[in-house]
């Protein structure tokens, strides 16, 4: 009898151990992302030729921005020869892939395909690759996607001062570099870059002589290519510093290299200043 029970014991001892080590595995493969942050295989670009892993349970992609109606082509092959599912997956369908749920645009599984997808909505997109068979396999890929540029941040509520940092942010396909110019209207006022690192987003430093105005825009250019766009009017106020003592002195002055007064008396060692 107690041989009995300590076989049973046992025998549930290394059921657990085998059901932990399952579930530890169904969590790291099923219950994380895996791989689904496609920046590490590839950056955004219009067209591109290249190369992904794709090992049993990892799921790497392809991302590119796109706007409605844009066609994304591709032509892919494995090797070696090997069938695998083709997914094309908009923002939201990719990070279900975290929860083990599949959404999205599905081809027939194939060891290669050539097509075009035409884009349903404007955002991220991803071609994602998935291997059911247990031997790994790599893709290799041509993709062409129709140039995308688009600057989002600073926006119609955006308010800033001058001398002061604004981020910029943007989203492309391209993988280049980017010019930043700043507006007033349709009147160009300075270049905040002339060749910043095109990753998505920059601070910039607003120029210290700028006026007061609601019109100002940002325009986001492609280095090597006509290819631009606008942010929306955005307002830049100078700043300014009021005169609290003595308390004779009611006044608003703008600040500029020199501080002008509107009393010749006055010293800037006899008032206070608030800065807004």
Known sequence: MKKRILTLVLVTFICNIILASQLALFISREGTPRNNNSASHNNPKSSGDGVLQVPRGSYPAYYTWAKEGDIISFQWYTN????VDFWIMD??????ISYGIFTGYRYPPSSSKTGNFSVPHDGKWYLMFCRPAPQPTSVYYSIKTTP????????????TYTDSSLTVSWRTNYATWVKLDLYKGSSFITTLHDHTYNDG???I?????CSDGNN???????VYSDEFDFSESFTIQQRKITVILPMEINSNY????NIEKKD???TPASYKVMIQ
Request: no cysteine; aromatic share 12%.
């Open 91 to 96: 923002e939201s369908n990719w990070q279900r």
């Open 254 to 257: 703008r600040i500029s290299k």
């Open 205 to 209: 430093q607003i120029p210290w002589n």
């Open 148 to 159: 995308y540029l688009m600057i989002y941040s600073p926006h119609s509520e955006t308010s």
């Open 216 to 222: 100002y825009k940002i325009r986001i250019s492609d």
């Open 201 to 203: 987003s920059v601070s």
């Open 264 to 266: 010749s008396n006055l």
């Open 80 to 83: 070696p020869a090997s069938t």
